[in-house]
């Protein structure tokens, strides 16, 4: 009756547009720096309980991400799905270049996934990457002195040669972890994923071939997907993060000489890690 009664009601006190909440998931997962923090639940948690507090019908997330840590990426999807049950919301979910790795574990938090027909979409497998020293630091005349209280303690020391055991151990970690992700695929997406061969082989693909694998649900962008569903006056109200650590009044000058030397090699280091993750996509 109300709602009736508000579409007579002239100028504000008639009809107000519906205003969907939007959390941009942007960035490698789990990856910090003092300067750089990363996607984790730590970064995340805070958005996404303001979005859900919204007095709204759905939540958007743009998720834009090569993937990282697997246990950042399965707590930051947990997380979504726990709010979206409380607090009874549909979870839209729109890829922007990337959702690959973890970020396709975030993607699949979403009720409904819609992707540009170039998004790059799925890796579903898991990755461990490094250097071997060993002969380096021997032709250099250096001698590496590791002492550990357990056999296993310096297991895949790049400074050791590689041992068939330590090998072995790591792909068996592997195994479970991409069991654990290919688990979670089919729960969330099971009734409309196709039996491709290698839809777990840690291959990734455009948009409109991810959505004929089942992988998303349409192509399309946010703002046409929302008017189409809540109107053409459809309201966006992106939820923001924390300001970075030169915008802030307090806590500037925390770190100075050594350790603000040590924070920008930080952050060279972890900006080349990253690189890396999104060159891995073409991107």
């Given at each position: 009756m109300f709602d009736r009664l508000r579409k007579r009601l002239p100028g504000k006190w008639g009809d107000v547009?519906?205003?969907?909440?939007?959390?941009?998931?942007?960035?490698?997962?789990?990856?910090?720096?003092?300067?750089?923090?990363?996607?984790?639940?730590?970064?995340?948690?805070?958005?996404?309980?303001?979005?859900?507090?919204?007095?709204?019908?759905?939540?958007?997330?743009i998720v834009n991400s090569p993937g990282g840590s697997p246990v950042q990426s399965r707590l930051i999807h947990d997380r979504i799905r726990q709010l979206a049950g409380e607090k009874k919301k549909d979870v839209l979910v729109f890829v922007e270049d990337v959702a690959a790795s973890g970020g396709y574990m975030l993607a699949?938090?979403?009720?409904e996934i819609i992707a540009d027909e170039n998004s790059i979409v799925g890796s579903i497998g898991v990755v461990s990457s490094g250097f071997g020293f060993?002969?380096?630091?021997?032709?250099?005349?250096?001698e590496r002195?590791?002492?550990?209280?357990?056999?296993?303690?310096?297991?895949?020391?790049?400074?050791?040669?590689?041992?068939?055991?330590?090998?072995?151990?790591?792909?068996?970690?592997?195994?479970?972890?991409?069991?654990?992700?290919?688990?979670?695929?089919?729960?969330?997406?099971g009734d409309v994923l196709t039996d491709?061969?290698?839809?777990?082989s840690g291959l990734f693909w455009t948009g409109t071939t991810s959505r004929d694998?089942?992988?998303?649900?349409?192509?399309?962008?946010?703002?046409?997907?929302?008017?189409?569903?809540?109107?053409?006056k459809v309201r966006m109200r992106l939820v923001g993060g924390q300001r970075s650590l030169f915008s802030r009044r307090q806590g500037v000058g925390v770190e100075i000489g050594a350790g603000l030397t040590r924070g920008w090699?930080?952050?060279?280091?972890g900006a080349l890690e990253q690189r890396a993750l999104w060159a891995r996509y073409g991107l």
């Open positions: 547009p519906t205003t969907v909440p939007v959390v941009r998931l942007q960035g490698a997962i789990g990856m910090s720096s003092p300067l750089r923090p990363g996607l984790s639940l730590a970064t995340v948690a805070p958005l996404l309980d303001k979005a859900f507090s919204f007095d709204a019908p759905a939540v958007a997330l699949i938090a979403g009720d060993s002969e380096a630091i021997s032709k250099l005349g250096i002195r590791v002492y550990t209280a357990g056999e296993n303690k310096a297991i895949l020391d790049p400074f050791r040669p590689e041992r068939e055991e330590d090998i072995v151990h790591l792909k068996a970690l592997q195994q479970e972890v991409h069991e654990s992700f290919i688990a979670l695929v089919r729960r969330r997406r491709a061969p290698d839809l777990f694998l089942g992988l998303i649900d349409r192509i399309g962008d946010i703002r046409s997907t929302l008017r189409e569903r809540f109107g053409d090699a930080d952050e060279a280091i």
